[in-house]
């Protein structure tokens, strides 16, 4: 049975170190096996360095639990940034110390982005060429392969992207074949995917392909997932309020797993008889009461796939 952990939610904790360990003690108590923990919302990074008293007192807490841990890169963190390449590296290397330090075997990239997102709303910026594309992604290749070779024993699984209404193709990784290729061409040991379900329902349906056959495709790059639920719809960047898009069914709604319409179960069964990583629950801080529920759904779904296959078998 695959590790079933769940994200601890920087917005929720905000720097609040006392919030971090309530959180953890009712995932405890909730049977609850791995935490992914984001450095960004534990002010364990600042200005692209590791603040060293900031770790202690983090480290003192997550010690105290038995829990499995990743570590989740800020958001923002984009080796595709042409103003601040080498501070954006800084943070990304912090954040690989970091996790070293609590003994956090994989780190949650969100794959480099053409377009930023904080610059949507600038109408003046000018969309990249095809050249320009093509020398930021040597720029991401590069720069991944110079860290997975100074962090060997940490796996950094690289997430794909959701898309976005007028802005996409923002992100290489709104499509998993591109992923697939950039993690093919770095080829190393600790550099693979981070699946994340939400997101490639999304992309599944804006760009008209079919999600179990993409993961199908991947399935050997997989080794690391996020777990969340959402009915499909892509959304402007401006559609920030959930309560605005929930009726819609728009959005990258992190909903417990069963409220929306992934087909879980299809997804799975394409790599979790073979999968050793972790299946992460992504909830947004609004669903924080219903992540037991999400965990019953998940269990049960993945207890229902490997049931199939048992009975194939006889």
């Given amino acids: 049975m695959a590790i079933i952990g769940c994200k601890i939610d920087e917005l929720r904790v905000d720097g609040d170190l006392e919030t971090l360990k309530r959180d953890l003690e009712l995932y405890a108590a909730l049977g609850i096996e791995a935490v992914e923990i984001p450095v960004h919302g534990l002010d364990a990074v ?5 603040d060293r008293r900031r770790l202690d007192k983090v480290k003192r807490i997550l010690q105290s639990f038995a829990f499995k841990y990743s ?35 994989v780190v949650v990239y969100h794959a480099g982005r053409f377009i930023p997102e904080e610059t949507f ?6 969309k990249p060429s095809p050249a320009e594309k093509k020398s930021l992604l040597k720029i991401e290749h590069h720069t991944l392969t110079r860290l997975a070779e100074e962090f ?48 490639l329902f999304m992309a599944a349906n804006f760009y008209r392909f079919n999600a179990v056959e993409a993961v199908r495709q991947i399935k050997n790059h997989i080794a690391h997932t ?8 892509s959304i402007y960047h401006s559609e920030k309020t959930q309560t605005h898009q929930i009726p819609f069914g728009r959005g990258d709604a992190h909903m417990p797993v069963g409220w929306g319409e992934i087909p879980f ?3 799975l069964d394409t790599f979790i008889h073979s999968y050793r990583g972790m299946l992460m629950m992504e909830l947004r ?13 998940l269990l049960e779904i993945v207890q229902s796939v490997k049931d199939e296959v048992a009975s194939q078998a006889i």
């Avoid at 923002?76 to 996790?99: C, G, I, K, W, Y």
Wanted: charged letters at 20%.
């Fill in 71 to 105: 570590v989740h890169a800020p958001n923002p963190l984009n080796l595709m940034d042409r103003d601040a390449h080498q501070l954006h590296l800084s943070v990304f290397r912090a954040t690989l110390e970091f996790a070293m330090e609590i003994w956090a075997g």
């Fill in 285 to 297: 801080n609004r669903y924080f009461a219903h992540i037991e529920e999400s965990r019953i759904n």
């Fill in 226 to 233: 996020h777990v969340h639920d959402n009915f499909g719809g």
């Fill in 46 to 50: 600042k200005n692209g360095a590791l």
């Fill in 121 to 126: 709303s600038i109408n003046d910026i000018p």
């Fill in 152 to 199: 060997p024993y940490i796996l950094i699984c690289v997430e794909n992207a959701r898309p976005y209404l007028f802005h996409s193709p923002y992100c290489y990784a709104e499509k998993l074949d591109s992923l697939k290729d950039m993690v093919v061409k770095i080829n190393r040991p600790n550099l693979k995917i981070a699946l994340d379900t939400g997101h």
């Fill in 265 to 267: 179960a299809e997804i």
